[in-house]
Nanobody, 114 residues
Framework: QVQLVESGGGLVQPGGSLRLSCTVS????????MGWFRQAPGKQRELVAS????????NYRDSVKGRFTISRDNVKNTVYLQMNSLKPEDTAVYYC???????WGQGTQVTVSS
């Protein structure tokens, strides 16, 4: 059974940083592209960042370019999202997604507020 477990969310002031982690079990993690999505209240879930299976290519939505960094450790079966210079509009539940099989984690809340 494939499981994705996110961690690292929380409350942070504008301009602050958080690092999200997503650890995957029960699948061949190293062979799958991974993505981070987010969903704010009343809005559709949107792709934030993605990374290829080997980590060689990444992609970001325009609003987070230069502030967020996605990375992965294929030994630890973990994908990360480093979020810097956070803004109130980054507030959302962040979800990890494994492309192969379209598996999702349970989500972790990120709140950016003073």
């Amino acid at each position: 059974q494939v499981q994705l477990v996110e961690s690292g969310g929380g409350l942070v002031q504008p301009g602050g940083s958080l690092r999200l982690s997503c650890t995957v079990s029960g699948s061949i993690f190293s062979m799958s592209a991974m993505g981070w999505f987010r969903q704010a209240p009343g809005k559709q879930r949107e792709l934030v960042a993605s990374i290829t299976s080997g980590g060689g290519f990444t992609n970001y939505r325009d609003s987070v370019k230069g502030r967020f960094t996605i990375s992965r450790d294929n030994v630890k079966n973990t994908v990360y999202l480093q979020m810097n210079s956070l803004k109130p509009e980054d507030t959302a539940v962040y979800y990890c997604n494994q492309g192969a099989g379209n598996y999702w984690g349970q989500g972790t809340q990120v709140t950016v507020s003073s």
